[in-house]
Nanobody, 116 residues
Framework: QVQLVESGGGSVQAGGSLRLSCVAR????????MGWFRQTPDKEREFVAA????????TYAESVKGRFTISRDNVKSTVDLQMNNLRREDAAVYYC?????????WGQGTRVTVSS
């Protein structure tokens, strides 16, 4: 059974950077589209970024374009999210996902806090 495990969350000042990472444990070679969502207590989970399984196609939410970069390593079965110029509104729990043939798998989330 594959388990998605996120890391890299933490606390940062506005304008700072963080790099989130997600590894698909139990998968030797990733061949699925993957990405990130985020959620705050007062909002529904919202899309952040996605990357095709070969890495040739990326998609971003308008709110993060130009600041966040998604990348992946299929040999390691990881997907990263480089977040630059963080804003207070980026604070949330970030969830990694993968879209398999059967379903969407989710990680447990990693928290990002942004202070002014």
């Amino acid at each position: 059974q594959v388990q998605l495990v996120e890391s890299g969350g933490g606390s940062v000042q506005a304008g700072g950077s963080l790099r989130l990472s997600c590894v698909a444990r139990g998968r030797t070679l990733s061949r699925y589209n993957m990405g990130w969502f985020r959620q705050t207590p007062d909002k529904e989970r919202e899309f952040v970024a996605a990357i095709s399984y070969k890495g040739g196609s990326t998609t971003y939410a308008e709110s993060v374009k130009g600041r966040f970069t998604i990348s992946r390593d299929n040999v390691k079965s990881t997907v990263d999210l480089q977040m630059n110029n963080l804003r207070r509104e980026d604070a949330a729990v970030y969830y990694c996902y993968e879209d398999t043939d059967a379903k969407r798998n989710w990680g447990q989330g990693t928290r990002v806090t942004v202070s002014s």
